[in-house]
């Protein structure tokens, strides 16, 4: 039913910078300390992601108990595939009737961009008509918001700033459409990216911290 069941606990205090919701901008020189002390929220997100085909597109809420979002993966440059997809395939009714019974159950469903297939900087997507698209597509079919699950990693590997410019200009591209408080956008990166890494010469999450970090509801490492 879900093959990818990477659920986090994330408890916001406990998992640092994984889980800081990259409230504000990172500190200079490297120093993540006070990105640690900020690591704050209002509560905690217990997060599974479904992306074999389920009939219907989802479970009964009840199958899901214990979590309270639910990510369909994925919607890529291409299009909605996969439980995203079967989602998109719903008639208008039930959509609503499942968007119902999840709130009910204290759960919000969200599609999860892009995944380890997708090479948006790489391929030379553009940021914002991406952005537009995702976010519209949102909008269209009832969700609760979008998980960023952004991997180019030759892109970010590069260190050359295109990947992490082009992350920032689709996360506020999206804010544009999706309004904090009114749709999630969570972020879900390579761990390592994270924390300062000379690897990661342009600063990778970082410095997308620094960009577009209060137009995050949270993160979480992949």
Excluded: C
């Excluded at 969200?110 to 090479?119: E, N, P």
């Amino acid at each position: 039913m879900f093959s990818s069941t990477r659920m986090i606990t994330a408890v916001f205090a406990a998992l640092a910078l994984a889980s800081t919701g990259f409230a504000a901008p990172a500190p200079a020189d490297g120093d993540v300390s006070s990105i640690s002390a900020r690591a704050v929220a209002p509560t905690s997100r217990f997060v599974i992601y479904s992306d074999n085909w389920v009939t219907g597109a989802l479970p009964a809420a009840s199958a899901l108990k214990g979590y309270n979002v639910v990510a369909l993966s994925f919607l890529t440059l291409n299009g909605a595939v996969d439980q995203a997809g079967n989602w998109a395939t719903l008639s208008a009714a039930d959509k609503t009737a499942k968007k119902t019974e999840y709130h009910n159950a204290g759960i919000k469903i969200i599609a999860s961009a892009f995944g380890a297939t997708d090479t948006p900087t790489t391929s030379g997507a553009n940021a914002v008509n991406a952005a537009n698209t995702m976010a519209q597509w949102v909008k269209t079919n009832g969700l609760d918001g979008i998980d960023v699950d952004y991997e180019d990693l030759g892109a970010m590997n590069r260190g050359d700033g295109a990947a992490e410019k082009w992350v920032s200009d689709f996360t506020t591209t999206l804010r544009k459409t999706l309004p904090q408080g009114q749709y999630i956008l969570s972020h879900a990166p390579l761990a390592p990216w994270l924390a300062p890494n000379h690897q990661f010469a342009a600063g990778a999450y970082v410095k997308i911290n620094q960009n577009v970090g209060s137009l995050i509801d949270w993160v979480r490492d992949d």
